[in-house]
């Protein structure tokens, strides 16, 4: 069985997870995992919820006894192995790479209308 000391340090080992890979930060776990949003696959933020709710009802004593260690256990793993393994260097590079392509499409999109335009009134 979990204990509240053991969850709340996993709870601030994920929270500094999510703040050095992904940027987000938040009050408490669950924040940090909402505002992480549509960068965590579905299933890891099914599981993220699942852990923040462990967290959460982990506060009450009698509400704790409840809980399944297995489960929660499950959860973080799952939820820190996705964070571990985001390579933040390269989601930069992808970044640039990907704003660096759309301003290269919208440039030659701009150049081609302009030259039909051209075209069409008879200016080449």
Request: charged share 25%; hydrophobic share 45%.
């Given at each position: 069985m ?56 982990s ?9 399944d ?56």
């Amino acid at each position: 069985m979990l204990d509240q000391k053991d969850l709340d340090n996993k709870a601030q080992e994920l929270q500094r997870g999510l703040q050095d890979k992904l940027g987000v930060q938040g009050p408490d776990v669950s924040h940090a995992l909402a505002r992480a949003g549509r960068r965590l696959p579905a299933r890891v933020q099914r599981q993220g919820k699942v852990f923040a709710q462990a967290v959460f009802m982990s506060r009450n004593p009698k509400v704790a006894r409840q809980l399944d260690g297995a489960t929660t256990q499950a959860a973080y793993a799952e939820v820190m192995t996705h964070i571990e393994g985001i390579d933040v260097v390269e989601r930069r590079k992808d970044r640039l790479l990907h704003l660096a392509a759309s301003v290269a499409f919208n440039l030659l999109f701009v150049a081609i209308a302009f030259i039909t335009f051209l075209w069409w009134r008879g200016y080449i």
